[in-house]
């Protein structure tokens, strides 16, 4: 029998600290943008002979728009060009001392909270800066701007407001929609659209118009990740209004006080329906090349607008599609340790929403599509490897109809002559025991869920068991209390490495979350202006993650399943080049000036990404605003 737990005593808690960097790849250098010919076609005017920048701003105007302003870093003549003389100090700054400036200021913010909030305010000063201090610390702020400190700005959103970010639609403006959408496009084309309905937001559920921060964090990863050009991305939430009664019953609910939010109980129905419809059609009609992401939707609302929105336009659901894409990677280096293939898995999923369902999918069909001739799997054989359960525990054909939701496919749902014809429901402990599964998969939002006991239990019919407690932010995590020992983890939220007893070095739980392939699946869609986003795109840029994890890379069966989020730009990279493979072999791909060959493709696809540097401003007023 493995020991897979240590005494009591002697378990380790999962802290929340960042590792170094470590994969070894070519490097992601990269050239700005923010003139490429497909956002502004008369490019020539724009830019002068010596590639300085037409700006048509000046004044307060510049230093107050973020995506131009450089504040103490404008030149001296700059000043004089553009009328800042007497508002600015009067040394002039490198980017390298504002970044180190900004980052004295940062760290006097004493708590995380406070840290996102001074990052957002710096986002909304100087785009430039912001990305720039970013990156320099990334492992360290990534967690601030994003999972899981964004989960405490989202949910405390309408206390923390100041400003307001991306674009807002409610209902009461139906009639108006495109007037907003255009006015908020500012004339760009985008690349990019993050949107959110906030009724699912991580696992802190219905945060009403606090969605938006969802859909910015989302964007932010993107150019982080993925060079896409902040002036070319755009955040979006559909404010259909909330059923979370916290919200409904605070005075200071965005809604109410400034007429953002709509506060009203959640549209639901033909209204609902119709409302994105008009979102969807506003994008296919002014932003016919743009990647539309959509991001925490609840789970009916995700399944069907996925459904029915992704062979019109090149959509994405992250939840459902981004997520199912980094667990299978994970999930391949983790069989790459126990020699196993992906046939042979016995996959309890406990949580089975959109992160759930589309796991369950992704990992189904990449059975399918591996299965060899002489073990082959049809879909139907391979859903039975799945044991999917929910809140009523075991999803059965025994359950009442109300207690199994519409979107669970026929195969998944176990059978009667399996688990008994009654209504009885089956929690965890027992499924395990009755499974001896080999993979144990969490997206319930059950903080703990995953017991001593349970993993115990796990760990008597399998030498390493796969653990995957992949719920956000930490306190929602399944696995609250951990051990070292034998078990291949990966969480959604980052953790701590853990000891193992009898070794020296400590075990890196991967950390599973859907930002290490949703900006690379999104670049590439961009990238080849693909048509749709695939399912070959898709697992294309899965495979891609799976042969950078450490695991597989250095074939160490100690090493982490997943790259590291330090490298998550790297990374996100090289699966956007197989992404954008995969769109030219579907026959999406609309762009036409794709390089062949891999090295030529590489080096345009480098060129393409946006770059934290200040470009030198001319002053025109017919430049750009
Ligand atoms: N790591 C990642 O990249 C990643 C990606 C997406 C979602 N997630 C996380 O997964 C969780 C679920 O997200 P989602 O978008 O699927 O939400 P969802 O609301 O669509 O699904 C959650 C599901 O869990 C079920 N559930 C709730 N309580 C349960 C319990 N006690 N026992 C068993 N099942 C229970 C619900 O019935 C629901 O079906 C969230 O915490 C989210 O942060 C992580
Ligand atoms: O936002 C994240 O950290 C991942 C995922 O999309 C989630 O909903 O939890
Ligand atoms: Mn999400």
């Known amino acids: 029998m493995p020991s897979f737990h240590p005494p009591r005593n002697s378990l380790t808690r999962l802290h929340q600290v960042r590792r170094p960097t470590s994969l070894q790849i ?31 701003l000046r004044g307060p105007a510049i230093l107050n728009n973020p995506r131009f302003n450089k504040g103490s870093a404008f030149s001296r003549e700059e000043r004089d060009r553009l009328g800042l003389r007497g508002r600015l100090p009067f040394a002039v700054d490198a980017l390298d001392e504002q970044v180190e400036r900004a980052y004295m200021q940062y760290k006097s913010r ?32 990534f967690p601030i701007v994003y999972t899981p400190t964004e989960a405490d700005a989202i949910s405390d959103y309408s206390h923390l407001f100041r400003r307001s970010e991306g674009l807002y639609l409610s209902p009461p403006e139906f009639d108006k929609m495109e007037e907003d959408f255009l006015d908020a496009c500012e004339g760009r084309d985008l690349d990019l659209i993050v949107v959110s309905d906030g009724e699912a937001i991580l696992g802190i559920g219905d945060q009403g118009s606090g ?22 991305a755009l955040a979006v939430t559909l404010d259909v209004g909330t059923n979370n009664e916290d919200l409904l019953k605070d005075d200071l609910y965005i809604g109410r ?25 506003l994008v296919k009609k002014h932003q016919p090349k743009c990647l539309l992401h959509f991001e925490d939707f609840g789970v009916t609302n995700a399944q069907r607008l996925l459904a029915r929105y992704r062979d019109q336009h090149s959509v994405f659901n992250d939840d459902i599609q981004g997520t199912g894409a980094v667990t299978l990677a994970a999930l391949q280096a983790a069989i790459a340790v126990t020699k196993t293939k992906l046939i042979d898995q016995r996959v309890i999923i406990y949580g089975s929403g959109s992160a759930g369902l589309g796991i369950a999918r992704q990992l189904r069909d990449a059975i399918v599509l591996e299965s060899s001739d002489e ?10 490897q799945f044991w999917l359960m929910d809140r009523h525990g075991l999803i059965k054909k025994s359950l009442e109809k109300n207690k199994v ?51 115990k239990e796990m760990s008597k019919h399998v030498d390493r068991p796969i653990i995957f407690p992949l719920s956000n932010p930490t306190k929602k995590c399944e696995a609250e209390q951990w051990t070292n020992g034998k078990a291949l983890m990966a969480t959604g939220s980052p953790f701590d ?7 020296k070095k400590k075990y890196v739980v991967a950390e599973c979350n859907n930002a290490l392939i949703y900006p690379g699946l999104g670049l590439g869609a961009i990238l080849s202006r693909s048509s749709q986003m695939t399912d070959s795109m898709i697992i294309a840029g899965s495979k891609r993650l799976a042969e950078l994890a450490p695991a597989i890379l250095k074939n160490d069966p100690d090493e982490s399943l997943l790259p590291d989020f330090g490298d998550a730009p790297k990374v996100n990279f090289e699966v956007a080049l197989s992404v954008i493979k995969a769109a030219q072999a579907d026959k999406v791909a609309r762009e036409e000036d794709i ?18 540097e200040y470009r030198e401003y001319e002053y025109d007023p017919e430049g750009l605003r």
């Open 375 to 384: 073990k082959k799997a049809d879909s139907k054989k391979a859903s039975s």
């Open 595 to 612: 390089p062949k060959d891999e090295d030529g493709m590489r080096k345009w696809a480098e060129e393409k990404s946006w770059k934290a």
């Open 211 to 232: 969605g938006i921060g969802i859909s910015s964090a989302k964007a932010v990863i993107y150019t982080l990740a993925a060079g896409v050009d902040p002036a070319k």
């Open 405 to 455: 939701r519409d979107e669970v496919e026929d195969d998944f749902i176990r059978t009667e002559e399996e688990w008994g014809s009654g209504d009885e429901e089956n929690g965890l402990l027992e499924v395990v025991k009755k499974v001896k599964p080999t993979v144990l998969i969490g997206t319930s939002t059950h903080t703990a869920a995953f017991t001593e006991e349970v993993v």
């Open 497 to 503: 490495p853990v000891d193992v007893p009898g070794k």
């Open 110 to 141: 004493e708590t995380n909270i406070l840290r996102n909030s001074f990052l957002a305010s710096m986002k909304s000063q100087n785009w430039t800066l912001y990305y720039a201090l970013l990156s320099k610390y990334l492992i360290e702020m």
């Open 257 to 281: 006080q400034i007429h953002i939010g709509y506060r009203e109980k959640r549209l639901r129905g033909d209204k609902y329906d119709e409302f994105v419809d008009k979102f969807v059609g």
């Open 26 to 56: 070519r490097p992601f250098t990269s050239s700005t943008s923010d003139l490429s010919p497909s956002s502004f076609p008369n490019m020539s005017s724009r830019t002068t002979e010596q590639g300085k920048l037409k700006v048509s």
